[in-house]
């Protein structure tokens, strides 16, 4: 059904950049025509809400609080009604707009829009993702930082937008979630597998780094409680003494014409570092320069992503490193690779983030602590033949989970172009919307199945959480 879609029979010039031409019968109007803008009172039963990139405002109590208290004061908040179209001023240009679920409240920096009679709010909140999607939001933005622009209902009410009628606009909601439903579940499917398949490269690696390849060697006891036996011949030491030393990264920020490339916790991802391809610094102590065969440490992230490792394999420019990570030169005796296996080893970075020590969103590992940890090595050339082990019994597991990832993002590249066209009128869902069979809406679901990723790094749940006691001018 969707693949039978095709254009309107007839288009006219918008005149916008970003909407291109729409369907002849389209009108075009300013949205203070569809909206006005909201300033109700906040009444007991009211609780807090939040509003995030898909879609939905919903009760905060069905979504994560990122370490804030429910202590905090409550200044300025409104009150929100099930069916408001909600706009996050500060990340409109990021497509945090949606439609309340709910009653509830929020504080000022949400604009709270109620329709009128004959307007889709879900439509309209498509219609300013999209608006966020091209980059005309941003593009209206009168502040100098990216996280200064300001989208209030002043900004939105004088904008042109598309009016199709209201059975059309129905229809294209209808069709965009049906489609946005089962997207999402195929990928939440994908990213499941993804997960099932990193647990059972995870029991490999762990079974040949903590075991070694021989069933019948002669084992010792380790020493260290989550270890157990080892085999006889390997080393039990603490982390530090299997490197040369153990560096901080700088203090400085990167800039657009820096030549040394800056690498930062973001560049940390599966073992492996990348290199930005832009910007860094411009001079650096090249006591600070990497070596191929340095081994990155994240010493501050948070709980769930703090103490992952990264190799460093080279690259065509110099490359250093910022303060929150730490770098591990390996002594000669001790294979990098290795090390780099053990380091991200599952049962490894679990003891290491128990030594973490919490803070306010974030954990710290200073590699003193980090140091101290305990692991058993076995000698280099040991070392050397359970990685290329590793590596013939994990081939095929890496091969489908790129597989499974270039799968994902093909499907949101399709679902965001689908929705893009969609929406604009560039495709015709007036007789496919009808014959879609209804579904329950599912959404805090299917936001927690295609929320699952290997690393807790990525997640097409882009949400914006909106904390008690939190304004913004």
Known sequence: ????????????????????????????????LMFRKMDRPVRDIDEVV?????????????????????????????????????????????????????DGKGTPVYSVCEPATGTNSHYYAYTVREMARSQWILALAKGIRERSTDFRFDGFASQL????????????????????????????????????????????????????????????????????????????????????????????????????????????????????ETGGVAAVDASFLLEVGDLLFNRTNSSELVGKVGLYTGADLPVTFASYLVRLRPRREHDPEYLNA???????????????????????????????????????????????????????????????????SLLREYRTRLIADVVTGKLDVREAAPNLPDEPHEMESLEQAEALTENGEESDVDDVTINAGEVEA
């Open 161 to 276: 937008v598309p009016l199709p009628p209201l059975p059309e606009q129905s229809a294209i909601v209808r069709f965009l979630d049906h489609v946005d439903r089962r997207i999402r579940r195929y990928i939440g499917a994908k990213q499941k597998l993804i997960k099932l398949l990193e647990e059972q490269k995870q029991v490999i690696i762990h079974r040949a780094v903590t075991r070694g390849l021989d069933p019948n060697v002669r084992l010792k006891p380790s020493g260290i409680e989550w270890l157990g036996e080892v085999p006889e011949h390997w080393r039990v030491l603490p982390i530090k003494r299997a490197f040369v030393s153990m560096d901080y990264g700088i203090s400085e920020s990167a800039i657009d014409a820096g030549t040394i490339r800056l690498l930062t916790m973001g560049n940390i991802n599966d073992g492996r570092v990348t290199i930005p």
């Open 342 to 408: 053990i380091l991200n080893d599952v049962s490894v970075l679990s003891i290491a983030r128990r030594e973490a020590i919490p803070s306010l969103h974030q954990s710290n590992l200073n590699p003193t602590r980090y140091g101290r940890l305990q692991v058993s090595l076995p000698p280099l050339e040991e070392q050397r033949g359970i990685l290329q082990y590793l590596k013939s019994e994990t081939s095929d597991l890496d091969r489908a989970i790129a597989a499974a990832h270039q799968e994902i």
């Open 50 to 102: 939040t509003c995030f990139r898909d879609g939905v405002v919903t009760l905060r109590r069905n979504r994560r609080v990122r370490g804030f208290t429910e202590s905090l004061k409550e200044i300025g908040y409104q009150g929100i009604r099930r069916g408001d179209l909600v706009i996050h001023a500060m990340d409109a240009f990021a497509g945090a707009v949606g439609v309340a679920d709910s």
């Open 1 to 32: 059904m969707i693949h039978d879609l095709k254009p309107y029979p007839a288009y006219k010039d918008s005149g916008l950049p970003w909407l291109g031409q729409v369907p002849k019968h389209w009108e075009m109007e300013r949205a203070k």
